[in-house]
């Protein structure tokens, strides 16, 4: 079962990878130097990474939409390319390549046209205008304020956890015992961190009188003090509290 369920995935991918890249392009040399690169017709959608020394490049008759930012600034020796009968969508996505072409139009052989949307099909790519693109640059903006004001408070939500987690682990609780539970041992408060262990003897531990509580509930027991050390040590292991009787 596991090895049909690999199988399978791997079918898949293999598809979604054919269907993505086609068939490989061919190249050839040029003399008397140069490289001629032609991946026209091979049904691409994408464009595949090309050879820094590709001086002819035919990408025509194939699923190109756009060209990815920056893809031919690294072709620098370029002198011919052909990108017509691509079904080009000029959506905002499409500036880069229409900057390029309008930087290298001797090197282009035939103009490629835009395929949609419909107000601008059938229209050369360097034929639309810089307004045309005016609400691109309003959406990069926005977009970039949005991931800002994101930024801004996520680290405010991690600077105040962490506030959280210095205070609990600095706060400390007080607690008044009566002095008929003298003969508490302290046992039981001794602290699991090594840096806070200290020699604690057993003999009873030093409390004050809080009068107010003591001369009016002497005959109301305040704590079950049979229960009182395991409460303490959950205190300390579970919520890392610090125990100070007075």
Same mark, same amino acid.
């Given at each position: 079962?596991?090895?049909?369920?690999?199988?399978?995935?791997?079918?898949?991918?293999?598809?979604?990878?054919?269907?993505?890249? *086609?068939? /490989?392009?061919?190249?050839?040399?040029?003399?008397?130097?140069?490289?001629?690169?032609?991946?026209?017709?091979?049904?691409?959608?994408?464009?595949?990474?090309?050879?820094?020394?590709?001086?002819?490049?035919?990408?025509?008759?194939?699923?190109?939409?756009?060209?990815?930012?920056?893809?031919?600034?690294?072709?620098?020796?370029?002198?011919?390319?052909?990108?017509?009968?691509?079904?080009?969508?000029?959506?905002?996505?499409?500036?880069?390549?229409?900057?390029?072409?309008?930087?290298?139009?001797?090197?282009?052989?035939?103009? /490629?046209?835009?395929?949609?949307?419909?107000?601008?099909?059938?229209?050369?790519?360097?034929?639309?205008?810089?307004?045309?693109?005016?609400?691109?640059?309003?959406?990069?903006? !926005?977009?970039?304020?949005?991931? !800002?004001?994101? *930024?801004?408070?996520?680290?405010?939500?991690?600077?105040?956890?962490?506030?959280?987690?210095?205070?609990?682990?600095?706060?400390?609780?007080?607690?008044?015992?009566?002095?008929?539970?003298? *003969?508490?041992?302290?046992?039981?408060?001794?602290?699991?961190?090594?840096?806070?262990?200290?020699?604690?003897? !057993?003999?009873?531990?030093?409390?004050?009188?809080?009068?107010?509580?003591?001369?009016?509930?002497?005959?109301?027991?305040?704590?079950?003090?049979?229960?009182? /050390?395991?409460?303490?040590?959950?205190?300390?292991?579970?919520?890392?509290?610090?125990?100070?009787?007075?």
């Amino acid at each position: 079962m596991l090895c049909s369920l690999i199988l399978a995935v791997f079918l898949v991918w293999a598809t979604s990878s054919a269907h993505t890249t *086609g068939r /490989p392009c061919q190249c050839s040399a040029l003399l008397p130097e140069g490289l001629r690169v032609n991946c026209s017709s091979l049904d691409l959608v994408e464009l595949p990474t090309l050879p820094s020394d590709t001086t002819e490049l035919h990408v025509q008759d194939n699923r190109l939409t756009s060209v990815s930012p920056g893809h031919f600034d690294r072709l620098v020796a370029l002198k011919k390319v052909s990108l017509s009968r691509n079904p080009f969508h000029c959506d905002c996505r499409i500036q880069y390549l229409r900057s390029w072409l309008l930087r290298n139009r001797a090197v282009v052989l035939k103009e /490629p046209i835009c395929a949609g949307p419909d107000s601008v099909a059938q229209k050369a790519i360097t034929e639309l205008s810089d307004e045309y693109f005016s609400s691109c640059v309003l959406a990069v903006c !926005t977009d970039s304020t949005y991931n !800002t004001v994101i *930024g801004v408070m996520l680290c405010f939500l991690i600077l105040l956890l962490l506030w959280s987690l210095r205070l609990a682990k600095t706060s400390s609780f007080t607690l008044y015992i009566c002095e008929r539970h003298l *003969g508490l041992e302290a046992d039981s408060l001794r602290s699991l961190r090594p840096k806070h262990r200290r020699r604690l003897h !057993t003999a009873p531990l030093e409390v004050t009188v809080d009068s107010l509580i003591c001369a009016g509930e002497l005959e109301k027991p305040l704590i079950n003090m049979e229960l009182l /050390p395991q409460v303490l040590d959950v205190l300390h292991k579970k919520h890392s509290r610090k125990i100070k009787a007075t």
